[in-house]
């Protein structure tokens, strides 16, 4: 039976519950040591009598940060453990699904049912500490996390990408995946700062002196006035949609193909 090419919800829905059968003993004491650990932090930080307001303020949207796009690295890196080892890779591979049916399991799990979940968790856990930290200060009381705040949004839009990243490396990289992928980025970042330098020298030769450019008012640029202000007023745009519309696409495309080519 040919199954590459299909999606059969049916089958997609089977995949889904074996994903938790399997694994969901794994997902439970992953969530019980990052909260367990997040009561910790905050019992010493937050009943600290000289704690600072500013603390207070901002303990919320760092650790939620932290557990949603760290955490949410970690987990999805470890989205394709079964092909770690060879037995464990041919069972995946030969399961009777297609490719976009696994991907899409993988993907459900780590891109959507993760963040719910630790956003629903942590508003918990957000408005639990604050009812507790009334009770045992002298009013002082943690900045709570916006359910639908603007900053909560612009987390949730950061993990998206940031998953599909990952989620890229834990096909491609069969152990290890989430120290692979990072050093991955950094190689990449380094690559498009070296591609933009000689684009730079190529393009404005006279900006240089040496290997460095040098700034105002010891270099006078003359550049025109379009291109100044594609600079200031659009190019800053042009990089954000891009970063948001275009990166998590484009690296969900180039997962699917290479789990595809594994399974060939």
């Not at 399997?22 to 905050?42: A, P, S």
């Not at 800053?236 to 699917?256: D, K, Q, S, T």
């Amino acid at each position: 039976m040919q199954v590459n090419n299909i999606f059969d919800p049916r089958r997609f829905w089977l995949l889904l519950k074996e994903e938790f059968r399997l694994e969901y003993k794994r997902y439970l004491l992953g969530l019980g040591v990052v909260f367990g650990g997040l009561f910790i932090i905050w019992w010493a930080n937050g009943l600290n009598s000289i704690v600072q307001e500013r603390q207070l303020e901002e303990f919320h949207y760092i650790w939620f940060a932290i557990i949603l796009i760290g955490g949410g690295s970690f987990f999805t890196s470890l989205a394709f453990t079964q092909l770690g080892t060879k037995p464990t890779r041919l069972f995946y591979l030969n399961l009777p699904a297609s490719t976009l049916e696994k991907f899409s399991t993988k993907w459900l799990v780590t891109a959507i049912i993760y963040p719910l979940v630790i956003w629903g968790l942590y508003l918990v856990f957000s408005w639990f500490v604050n009812k507790v930290h009334i009770g045992y200060t002298d009013g002082k009381v943690f900045t709570v996390l916006p359910a639908f705040g603007s900053t909560t949004w612009i987390f949730m839009k950061i993990y998206l990408v940031v998953q599909s990243t990952f989620l890229l490396g834990a096909v491609v990289f069969h152990r290890y995946a989430i120290f692979k992928t990072a050093f991955s980025i950094l190689i990449l970042q380094a690559f498009l700062v070296l591609f933009v330098y000689i684009c730079l020298r190529v393009i404005f030769p006279e900006m240089f002196v040496g290997w460095s450019a040098s700034e105002p008012p010891d270099h006078v640029y003359n550049f025109t006035d379009t291109f100044k202000t594609f600079v200031e007023e659009r190019m800053e745009g042009v990089l954000e949609r891009i970063f948001w519309i275009a990166v998590a696409p484009a690296m969900l495309i180039i997962g699917f193909f290479k789990l595809k080519e594994k399974e060939v």
